[in-house]
């Protein structure tokens, strides 16, 4: 008769996690962290650096609620992983304003009235800081088009390209365009 196989403890065990030593600046701070291979940046900043600002919507790259904006790049934090960005800058909604001063641009999502439950409103104020700073906006189809990756499931799309459209041209992005006011 055959012996019965006996698991051990050992057998049983889940095997180890390794994790993977990254270091980032967050919104001007140098911090460092051990994350599994598969965390992703969006779950840095919000469960490892409680940044919570950076939403997870989709987490599926679809929505751009988790826009940060890393190496001076918009991109989708659910579709980035932290062990392949290890070394980057990265600047949430909570690192744009300076001190108790907000970034132009969440002043005007305020004028503007630019959000109703505001899920998507830190994505969005991410990108369209990173897309004036491309310096490609000439007219309201322009910021159109280059935030049609950040969705309002409220719809306030009127009001946030009349917010963005206020500091571009404020700012110049859309200096040569009268398209810009249209
Ligand atoms: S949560 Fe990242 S794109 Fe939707
Ligand atoms: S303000 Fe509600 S999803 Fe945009």
């Not at 900043?45 to 679809?62: F, P, V």
């Not at 800058?89 to 305020?110: M, N, R």
């Not at 994505?123 to 969705?151: F, H, P, T, W, Y």
Request: hydrophobic share 35%; aromatic share 4%.
């Amino acid at each position: 008769m055959d012996t019965p196989i006996v698991a051990t403890a050992q057998d049983t065990a889940p095997p180890a996690v390794e994790r993977v030593p990254v270091t980032f600046e967050i919104n001007g701070k140098t911090q460092s962290f051990e994350v599994e291979a598969w965390t992703t940046l969006l779950d840095l900043l919000r469960e490892h650096c409680h940044l919570t600002g950076t939403k997870k919507g989709c987490d599926h790259g679809q929505c751009g609620a988790c826009t940060a904006i890393v190496g001076g790049q918009r991109i989708n934090t659910c579709l980035a992983l932290a062990a392949v960005r290890d070394g980057a800058s990265i600047t949430t909604i909570e690192g744009l304003a300076q001190g108790d001063s907000l970034h132009p641009v969440q002043q005007a999502f305020i004028d503007h009235d630019a959000f109703q439950c505001g899920y998507c409103t830190p994505g969005q104020i991410c990108s369209a800081v990173a897309m004036l700073d491309e310096g490609r906006v000439k007219s309201k189809d322009d910021i159109r088009e280059l935030m049609s990756g950040n969705l309002c499931r409220c719809g306030a799309y009127v009001n946030i390209v009349a917010a963005i459209l206020e500091v571009a041209n404020r700012a110049g992005s859309g200096r040569q365009s009268q398209g810009a006011r249209s």
